[in-house]
């Protein structure tokens, strides 16, 4: 039988640690790739450092790129500030990163055409979620094309699938997914503003979405706050 792999990009958050619980449950050897993108804090970071290992990755890289000289982002450029309390009103909000999923995505697909994985899980979601572009289905299924025309793999007959898990979930059914399948979230960091400790502000959209998500699913929120 042959060993099937896929490769997880993995953020340290809630939605990345819950895509890697379902790729291994779903009988592939994941390879989880996290990102330094120029981001306000490296608590993300650190937590992907926990969750790969708990949730049994095969391998766990770091890739640095400097998102951050880019600008245009509240997640990148510490001028522009995070909004605090709800943002689905607005078309798209300040902590929307441009080119971030784009990038990740063709980090993770080199990965996945040297690794030989047939399979790349990204944990993004079209329900509850802030109203990023690169989030949508359309999206995505426009990258698989990319994938398929970009790669040798694709030129000689292989198939990269995006896979995306959590993309017509609520947080709240993401939550208990990933709760039955052992994920510690105690161990995830989600917040756009995080201190060096990982605690959340409690106040940003990310958290607000997390808390809810919680509350909905009749499950302890063990998410720590340094201020709410």
Same mark, same amino acid.
């Given at each position: 039988?042959?060993?099937?792999?896929?490769?997880?990009?993995?953020?340290?958050?809630?939605?990345?640690? #819950?895509?890697? /619980?379902?790729?291994?449950?779903?009988? @592939? &050897?994941?390879? /989880?790739?996290?990102?330094?993108?120029?981001?306000?804090?490296?608590?993300?970071?650190?937590?992907?450092?926990?969750?790969?290992?708990?949730?049994?990755?095969?391998?766990?890289?770091?890739?640095?790129?400097?998102?951050?000289?880019?600008?245009?982002? /509240?997640?990148?450029?510490?001028?522009?500030?995070?909004?605090?309390?709800?943002?689905?009103?607005?078309?798209?909000? &300040?902590? @929307?990163?441009?080119?971030?999923? #784009?990038?990740?995505?063709?980090?993770?697909?080199?990965?996945?055409?040297?690794?030989? /994985?047939?399979?790349?899980?990204?944990?993004?979601?079209? &329900?509850?979620?802030?109203?990023?572009?690169?989030?949508?289905?359309?999206?995505?299924?426009?990258?698989?094309?990319?994938?398929?025309?970009?790669?040798?793999?694709?030129?000689?007959?292989?198939?990269?699938?995006?896979?995306?898990?959590?993309?017509?979930?609520?947080?709240?059914?993401?939550?208990?997914?990933? #709760?039955?399948?052992?994920?510690?979230?105690?161990?995830?960091?989600?917040? @756009?503003?995080?201190?060096?400790?990982?605690?959340?502000?409690?106040?940003?959209?990310?958290?607000?979405?997390?808390?809810?998500?919680?509350?909905?699913?009749?499950?302890?929120?063990? #998410?720590? @706050?340094?201020?709410?």
């Amino acid at each position: 039988m042959s060993v099937r792999s896929a490769v997880v990009l993995l953020s340290g958050g809630l939605d990345s640690a #819950t895509a890697l /619980a379902i790729a291994r449950s779903e009988g @592939y &050897v994941c390879h /989880a790739l996290s990102v330094a993108y120029g981001q306000r804090h490296s608590a993300e970071l650190d937590a992907s450092v926990k969750v790969a290992k708990r949730l049994g990755a095969a391998s766990h890289r770091l890739i640095q790129v400097n998102l951050d000289l880019i600008g245009g982002s /509240a997640l990148t450029d510490p001028s522009i500030a995070v909004p605090e309390g709800e943002t689905s009103g607005i078309a798209i909000p &300040v902590t @929307y990163v441009p080119a971030r999923n #784009t990038l990740f995505l063709s980090l993770a697909m080199g990965l996945a055409e040297v690794q030989g /994985a047939e399979a790349l899980y990204i944990g993004v979601n079209a &329900v509850d979620y802030s109203g990023y572009p690169d989030c949508r289905p359309e999206f995505i299924a426009a990258f698989e094309k990319v994938a398929q025309l970009a790669t040798r793999a694709g030129v000689e007959g292989g198939h990269l699938k995006i896979e995306t898990p959590l993309i017509a979930l609520s947080k709240a059914d993401i939550i208990r997914r990933g #709760t039955a399948l052992g994920v510690d979230f105690a161990e995830t960091v989600s917040c @756009y503003q995080a201190d060096s400790e990982g605690r959340a502000c409690g106040r940003c959209d990310s958290c607000r979405l997390r808390r809810e998500g919680f509350q909905a699913a009749g499950i302890a929120d063990p #998410t720590r @706050y340094f201020s709410i």
